[in-house]
């Protein structure tokens, strides 16, 4: 069992920055790929971005491609989404989750089946 709770939402201005963190307890993330994702209000839940265990690939939605950044610290046990030049659409709650299996394609990452266990979520409001 992973339990997972994330931190570090809050209000921020249109173009400023955010941190996100995703703490890890109950195993270590070190094979496990994590996911971001995010829930807008009266909009399905979409995906962020991700990190694979084997190599920390990476993977973004191009929607926050070239602004979000994920990263991961298996000493700490912990995952992390920088994120900066936030937009009014970026208004949402994000969720961390954390997943064993393994793939090389691309789309496996980006599915909410591909993660087993999820975080309660972080509010995160991009003011205009």
């Known amino acids: 069992q992973v339990h997972l709770v994330e931190s570090g939402g809050g209000l921020v201005q249109a173009g400023g920055s955010l941190r996100l963190s995703c703490a890890a307890s109950g195993r270590t993330l070190s094979t496990y790929h994590m996911g971001w994702f995010r829930q807008a209000p009266g909009k399905e839940r979409e995906f962020v971005a991700a990190?694979?265990?084997?190599?920390?690939?990476?993977y973004y939605a191009d929607s926050v491609k070239g602004r979000f950044t994920i990263s991961r610290d298996n000493a700490k046990n912990t995952v992390s989404l920088q994120m900066n030049s936030l937009k009014p659409e970026d208004t949402a709650v994000y969720y961390c989750?954390?997943?064993?299996?393994?793939?090389?394609?691309?789309?496996?990452?980006?599915?909410?089946?591909?993660?087993?266990?999820w975080g309660q979520g972080t509010q995160v409001t991009v003011s205009s």
């Open positions: 990190i694979r265990w084997s190599d920390d690939k990476t």
């Open positions: 989750a954390a997943g064993s299996g393994y793939s090389i394609g691309t789309y496996y990452y980006t599915a909410e089946g591909s993660y087993r266990y």
